[in-house]
């Protein structure tokens, strides 16, 4: 299903009740639709987006965006001689290696502040 106002969805199927079920990604709202065909379907995700950024302009707040994927980085040339061996160890591309750090200490570090809060 093509994007829709920078919003894109993952589909399945659900055979029993014979519906495709949809749900936003890439935000951390909840937006899901359905249809039982391909134009009911891509009818109610652009419905649902619209609802959706609807009840955040009534609520005058701003509308979760998705992220892109793309993150610009820079950093020393000794860093990034570090960076590229440590991958490579792993046989992996310096973006894969990335992805898995970044993700593995972004999860420790919000682990750590849920567990603050937890404690209060």
Same mark, same amino acid.
């Given at each position: ?12 199927? $659900?055979?029993?009740?014979?519906? +495709? /079920? &949809?749900? #936003? !990604? ?8 359905? @249809?039982?065909?391909? $134009?009911?379907?891509?009818?109610? +995700? /652009? &419905?649902? #987006? !619209? ?8 609520? @005058? ?60």
């Amino acid at each position: 299903m093509k994007p829709y106002k920078g919003y894109s969805a993952t589909i399945t199927l $659900d055979t029993d009740d014979r519906l +495709f /079920h &949809g749900t #936003v !990604e890439g935000i951390r709202d909840v937006i899901h639709f359905s @249809g039982a065909s391909i $134009d009911e379907l891509e009818a109610a +995700f /652009h &419905g649902s #987006v !619209e609802d959706y950024l609807a009840f955040c302009a009534e609520d @005058g707040v701003e509308p979760q965006r998705p992220y892109s994927g793309r993150l610009a980085f820079r950093t020393t040339s000794d860093h990034h001689r570090m960076i590229a061996e440590a991958a490579s160890s792993r046989a992996q591309s310096i973006n894969q290696w990335m992805d898995e750090t970044l993700t593995e200490a972004a999860a420790r570090v919000l682990d750590e502040g849920r567990r603050k809060i937890a404690m209060n």
